[in-house]
């Protein structure tokens, strides 16, 4: 079957940083996301991982490990704007073109003055 | 810019009636999605749609059904609503990318069944 886990609530200082985790177990791997969802709004695509190491977009960084079925989120110089939840997704096993993907729970991270 | 749009953000229903949650996407995409949100148990599929009249369904689709006449609508209905489908309610798109392949979010149906 398929599992993804992340913690369920983070807090963190505004202008420091902060590290997301997402471990995952899926019988075939074929890409990771990361969606930021602010309180009563839709998600919205933050990244997409499906070769390992980091991609790097702006202040928001993912890292993939298919070894490990390991990813973060890295969040740096944080801003107030970045309270919200991050959802980490796999592509669903076998979901070909459809885009289907399975979600974890969410952490909701808050920053702080 | 994509755009998917639900058609309420608020809604209060009873026990019994029949609810249709409806979602509209432009950018020509063949998948569209619905879930519910709950808290402390993320985003569960209900059902999807990969082209026009075809569906299947997703990890939770009891109590549910919908409709896809036309590519850019896809409706979630309640066939006769009850108190534990008091939840929000997400629709997404996607297109048709094997790798990459995006799902944009509509805004969310927050529905109160009493």
């Known amino acids: 079957g398929q599992n993804i886990d992340q913690p369920t609530e983070m807090t963190a200082t505004e202008g420091a940083i902060v590290q997301i985790n997402c471990t995952y177990q899926t019988s075939g791997f074929n890409g990771l996301f990361w969606y930021q969802q602010h309180a009563g709004e839709a998600p919205t695509f933050l990244s997409y991982n499906v070769l390992d190491g980091l991609e790097e977009k702006g202040r928001f960084s993912s890292f993939l490990s298919r070894s490990k079925g390991y990813s973060y989120l890295l969040l740096k110089e944080l801003q107030m704007k970045d309270s919200a939840s991050y959802l980490c997704a796999v592509r669903a096993p076998g979901s070909g073109n459809t885009g289907k993907l399975i979600f974890g729970q969410g952490t909701t991270l808050q920053v702080k003055p | 810019d994509v755009k998917v749009t639900q058609s309420s953000r608020y809604l209060v229903k009873r026990t019994g009636e029949k609810v249709f949650l409806e979602c509209v996407q432009d950018?020509?995409?063949?998948?569209m999605f619905w879930y519910r949100q709950d808290p402390g148990l993320g985003l569960r599929l209900i059902y999807f749609s990969y082209d026009v009249k075809m569906k299947e369904k997703g990890d939770i689709p009891e109590g549910y059904s919908v409709s896809r006449e036309k590519k850019e609508r896809f409706s979630l209905i309640l066939e006769s609503a009850s108190t534990n489908q008091t939840s929000m309610y997400l629709c997404a798109s996607a297109g048709q990318e094997v790798t990459k392949n995006i799902q944009y979010f509509g805004a969310g149906t927050r529905l109160s069944v009493l």
């Open positions: 950018m020509d995409h063949e998948n």
